[in-house]
């Protein structure tokens, strides 16, 4: 994968990152990668497979980041975005260990994502979501509020998620700054 040629914003926002250090960028190993596949019981995409091994992670970039991206949300193409992005393997782990199971601090409140889909972060309180469904698979998708109850249940199910890109690649050459993607496309900023 060669991140500089599918976006180089992105790639810039990469090295930023990356010279910061540890707490900021950690990297992925293969470890890593396949423990997150044995807790999700399914291969990843390997378009994002070779994006955590070689770059590990991106997170935003507040004022000039590629941070912003289009989704089909409620029936409308809008523009958002997510400040953590794309983290390193172990932080998907946690995600995917805390919002696919029961809550921990609340028995009643089971998975908080659909089956079949990996969230990316539980940092903000909403996630980007890569899809291993068959026939789904590789799509990424957007939760831009993860609520605290059981996924499918009283008003939280699909139409809380948009629709974001066909695959990994495609949604990292997609990423741009809310002023270029409102140009292009005149989407509302949600």
Excluded: H
Aim: hydrophobic share 40%; proline share 5%.
């Amino acid at each position: 994968m060669d991140l500089k040629a599918i976006n180089p914003k992105l790639y810039d926002m990469w090295i930023a990152q990356k010279k910061l250090g540890p707490g900021y960028f950690e990297e992925s190993t293969d470890e890593d990668i396949k423990a997150l596949e044995g807790e999700v019981k399914a291969e990843l995409p390997q378009d994002y497979k070779e994006f955590l091994k070689e770059y590990s992670t991106v997170l935003a970039r507040i004022g000039d980041g590629a941070n912003y991206f289009t989704m089909t949300y409620q029936g409308k193409d809008v523009i958002t975005w997510d400040a953590t992005l794309i983290p390193w393997a172990k932080l998907t782990l946690l995600a995917t260990r805390t919002l696919r199971k029961t809550m921990a601090t609340d028995s009643t409140v089971g998975p908080r994502i659909p089956a079949g889909l990996v969230p990316l972060t539980i940092d903000n309180q909403s996630t980007l979501l890569i899809d291993i469904r068959d026939d789904e698979f590789g799509k990424v998708w957007y939760l831009p509020k993860i609520k605290r109850q059981t996924f499918g249940t009283n008003a939280y199910d699909w139409n809380d998620i948009g629709f974001v890109a066909s695959s990994f690649t495609t949604f990292l050459s997609e990423l741009d700054t809310k002023e270029e993607l409102v140009a292009k496309y005149r989407y509302p900023v949600l």
